[in-house]
C-alpha cells in the first residue's frame, strides 16, 4: 500500500496539519492502492506565508541565476523521467505512449523557457517613459489530473523565470505524480519557500489559494465550472489569473485532403489521452459528399484502435481515471444515441475482458448534428463526433459555434487554403495537417476555454506586472 503522508512546505516534506485520508484507486483493477493525507486551510497558509517570505529574495534574483536554477530543474527532471512516465501510466492509467510524450514535453518546456528567459526584455520604452516588467509575486498553481506533471513544469518554469514563488495543489486524483515531482524539485536544491506543494481538495486547499490576499495571481488549469469559480473569488483580493479551461475542438477535413492518410491522424487526435484532454479533436468536420467514404474509413481504423493496458506501449486508449468519469462518458454514449446520431463504432459497456477498470469503448458518433449535446459538450472520453458540412463556410460556422475555442485542427492538401480557413477561426491554436507542440507558441483560449496564455514570451508575460516610470 502506497502512503501519500507528507505535502513539501519552506523546503522540506512535512506532515500536514490536515487529517482527512482518501483512498488511492487503480483505475486499472479499481482496488485501493494507498491513501492520501490530504493537507487543510492551515497547510495552505503555512505554504503561502513560506512561498510570501521567499518572494522577497528571490523577486531580486537574476536572469542569470533563474536560468541556473531552471537548468537544473530540467536536469532533475531529465534524471527521473522514467519514473515520471511510469508513475503517470499507474496512477491515472494514461497510456505509455502518451505518457512518454508529456515527459519529452515537460523537458523542452523548460528548455524553451530557458531560451525565452534569455532574450526576454524585462525593461521596455513606451512613448517617452521606461517601463519595468517586475515579478507579480506569489503564484498559487491549481491544476487537474490529466497530465498533471506537465502543467505544473510549464506554470512552475514560467513562474521561476519571472521571479515568482509558488504554492501548487494537484488534483486529489495525481498526489502520487506530484509526490515524485516534489522529490525532484527538492533535489534541484531552489531556495526554501520558492516551491511548496499542498495536496488537498478543490473546496478547501484551492478555495484558500482562492481567497488567500497574499497570492497575487492563480494559474489554473481545469475545467470551465471550476474556473469561473475561481475567477469569482480571486477578483476579491484583484489576483491575476490564467485560466486554461475545457475545449470540444473541431477538426476540419477539407474536401482535397487524402482521407486514408488524415483519418487515422485525427482519430489520433480525438483520442488524445484517451479522449481526456482539453485539446482532443472531438469534432470532426468532413464534407458532407464524402461522408459514406469518412464513415467507412474511420470504421476500418477505430476497430484495429488498441482499448487496454495502459502499460502497452501499443494502446490508444486507457482507462478513465475514475469510475465517476467512467460513468460520465458512458452516460454521453447514451444521450448521443437518444439524441439520434448514428452509432458507428463502440457503444455502451466495458470492452470485452476489461470489466475490471474504468474502461470505455472507443465510440464514434456519425451524421452528428452541431446542436445535440454529445458535440456541445466537453465528454472528456474516446467518443468521436463526425459532422458533415456543405461548403467552407458551413465548415467555419459550424467550428466556431461552441461556447469553448481552445485548439482546432485542418486537414488540407493546400497549405495556404489551409491558412485561409485557420484566420476566419476562433481558438488559441490551430494545428494544420497534423499534432504538434510548440513549446514557445501562445497556448490558451478563446470564449469560454479560458483567459490568458501560456509558454513563451506571451507566457512569461502573465506573470509580470508592467511598472512605468516617467518623466
Ligand atoms: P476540475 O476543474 O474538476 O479540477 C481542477 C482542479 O481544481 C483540481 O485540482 C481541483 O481539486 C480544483 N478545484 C475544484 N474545485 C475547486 C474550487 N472550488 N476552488 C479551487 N479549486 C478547485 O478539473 P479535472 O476534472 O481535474 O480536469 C478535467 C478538466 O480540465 C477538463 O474540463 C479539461 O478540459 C480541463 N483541462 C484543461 C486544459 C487546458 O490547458 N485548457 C488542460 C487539461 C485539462
Known amino acids: ?52 517570505e521567499a518572494f522577497k ?97 510549464t506554470k512552475l518554469s514560467t513562474a521561476i523565470a519571472a521571479g515568482c514563488t509558488a504554492v501548487i495543489k494537484p488534483s486529489e486524483m495525481s498526489v502520487q505524480q506530484t509526490q515524485l515531482m516534489a522529490e525532484c524539485f527538492h533535489e534541484a536544491g531552489l531556495p ?11 473546496d478547501v486547499v484551492g478555495a484558500e489559494i482562492t481567497r488567500n490576499p497574499d497570492i497575487s495571481k492563480i ?32 477538426n476540419i477535413i477539407l474536401d482535397d485532403a487524402n482521407l486514408e492518410e488524415t483519418i487515422p491522424t485525427a482519430i489520433f487526435a480525438a483520442y488524445l489521452n484517451s479522449g481526456q484532454a482539453c485539446a482532443a479533436g472531438t469534432r470532426l468536420l468532413v464534407p458532407e459528399s464524402k461522408l459514406d467514404e469518412v464513415n467507412a474509413i474511420v470504421k476500418a481504423v477505430v476497430q484495429n484502435i488498441k482499448v487496454g493496458d495502459p502499460k502497452d506501449a501499443d494502446t490508444v486508449v486507457g482507462p478513465m481515471v475514475s469510475k465517476k468519469q467512467y460513468e460520465r462518458v458512458e452516460n454521453y454514449i447514451r444521450i448521443g444515441q437518444e439524441e439520434g446520431a448514428t452509432l458507428l463504432a463502440g457503444g455502451e459497456g466495458k470492452p470485452q475482458g476489461l470489466e475490471d477498470g474504468n474502461y470505455v469503448r472507443a465510440t464514434v458518433f456519425t451524421n452528428v448534428k452541431n446542436n445535440m449535446r454529445i458535440a456541445q459538450e466537453e465528454i472528456f472520453g474516446p467518443v468521436l463526433c463526425i459532422i458533415p458540412y456543405k461548403d467552407e463556410a458551413d465548415a467555419i460556422a459550424i467550428a466556431n459555434d461552441t461556447t469553448y475555442g481552445l485548439h482546432a485542427y485542418i486537414f488540407s492538401a493546400d497549405k ?14 490551430i494545428c494544420i495537417n497534423g499534432l504538434s507542440h510548440d513549446s514557445k507558441a501562445p497556448f490558451g483560449g478563446f470564449k469560454q476555454s479560458g483567459i490568458g496564455r501560456e509558454y513563451g514570451v506571451f507566457g512569461l508575460e502573465e506573470y509580470l506586472e508592467p511598472k512605468a516610470i516617467l518623466g
Open 219 to 250: 494559474a489554473f488549469t481545469g475545467s470551465t465550472t471550476v474556473g469561473k469559480i475561481i475567477a469569482k473569488g480571486a477578483v476579491d483580493s484583484m489576483k491575476r489569473v490564467t485560466l486554461e479551461l475545457g475545449g470540444k475542438s473541431p
Open 416 to 429: 495556404e487554403r489551409a491558412y485561409r480557413m485557420a484566420s476566419r477561426l476562433d481558438a488559441g491554436r
Open 1 to 52: 500500500m502506497k502512503a501519500i503522508n507528507k505535502i513539501y512546505v519552506n523546503g522540506a516534506f512535512l506532515t500536514p496539519h490536515g487529517t482527512e485520508v482518501l483512498d488511492l484507486i487503480s483505475p486499472v483493477t479499481n482496488q485501493k492502492v494507498g491513501e492520501v493525507i490530504l493537507g487543510d486551510e492551515v497547510d495552505t497558509q503555512n505554504a503561502v506565508a513560506a512561498a510570501k
Open 57 to 153: 529574495t528571490f523577486s531580486k534574483t537574476t536572469r542569470e541565476e533563474r536560468i541556473a536554477y531552471l537548468e537544473k530543474l530540467r536536469a532533475v527532471v531529465n534524471r527521473r523521467a522514467k519514473d515520471l512516465t511510469d508513475i503517470m501510466v499507474e496512477e491515472y492509467g494514461g497510456t505509455f505512449q502518451f505518457c512518454s510524450m508529456v515527459t519529452q514535453n515537460m523537458l523542452n518546456d523548460i528548455s524553451a523557457m530557458i531560451d525565452t528567459l534569455k532574450i526576454f526584455d524585462f525593461e521596455r520604452t513606451a512613448g517617452n517613459s521606461k517601463v519595468y516588467l517586475q515579478p507579480v509575486g506569489v503564484v498559487g498553481i491549481i491544476i487537474p489530473w490529466n497530465m498533471s506533471n506537465g502543467f505544473i513544469v
Open 192 to 202: 526554501k519557500g520558492v516551491i511548496n506543494f499542498v495536496n488537498g481538495l478543490g
